[in-house]
């Protein structure tokens, strides 16, 4: 079974970074995994943008900081357009720019790496996240948030309790197993489920909360207060 896509489809991988010696390293990476190929690659933010579209890339691997259009403004062009609403992003980053971070989930990206981080971990990040999974795992993420929410995006978090209000317990329940980080089986596990199910009700919370993927619904659901990060 090809890794890549539903049917065998090989995922097709956008690299958005200024330095080529990284965009190279990256591209060879990603070229000698099973089930990848890469579509382009972009210099810049606004190429960035353009390449998602032309390219039909699945996924644009985007770095933060970028000339010209710098890579959260990217990310919030490619979620904002309708056309453009399959593609994933997954943002790199660096420790000591934490609220950048923050800002790439809100934006629209789907998950974020350390850009030192090892090879086999950039090919398995590329996977979750084209399998429509966010790439957030608890530990860092509840530090992260713990940091950055501290101010909280007044456009988000003044929505967000009383969209809570449409969820059922249930589906609260699931929000905040979501935003712990758990994968459908683990959701699941955790609450005697089948997997069928608990991808459901993921489903019918990011229906009611508007919320494009899995990161955006981890990020709602430390905005709402519905999870702190102590309790993460």
Do not use: W
């Amino acid at each position: 079974m090809n890794p890549g896509q539903p049917g065998g489809r090989d995922v097709r991988v956008l690299l958005a970074d200024d330095q080529t010696l990284v965009r190279s390293a990256f591209a060879m990476l990603v070229e000698s995994a099973p089930g990848m190929t890469v579509v382009g690659e972009a210099a810049t933010g606004r190429q960035a943008v353009e390449l998602a579209r032309t390219a039909r890339a699945d996924l644009v691997v985007m770095d933060i900081r970028m000339p010209d259009l710098d890579g959260i403004e990217a990310t919030r062009l490619i979620a904002a357009d309708e056309d453009l609403a399959g593609v994933k992003v997954l943002a790199l980053t660096t420790y000591d720019t934490d609220e950048h971070v923050m800002a790439a989930l809100r934006a629209g990206a789907s998950g974020f790496l350390v850009k030192d981080t090892r090879p086999a971990d950039l090919l398995e990040a590329i996977r979750t996240v084209a399998a429509g999974e966010a790439l957030l795992s608890p530990g860092p993420t509840a530090r992260l948030i713990a940091r950055v929410l501290r101010t909280p995006d007044p456009c988000v978090s003044g929505s967000v309790p009383g969209a809570l209000e449409s969820l059922s317990d249930r589906e609260r329940q699931v929000l905040v197993l979501v935003a712990r980080g758990q994968n459908n089986t683990e959701i699941a596990d955790t609450l005697g489920l089948s997997p069928l199910t608990a991808k459901t009700h993921v489903s019918r919370i990011m229906g009611k909360l508007a919320a494009r993927d899995r990161a955006q619904l981890v990020i709602i659901a430390y905005e709402s207060g519905l999870v702190s990060p102590k309790s993460a």
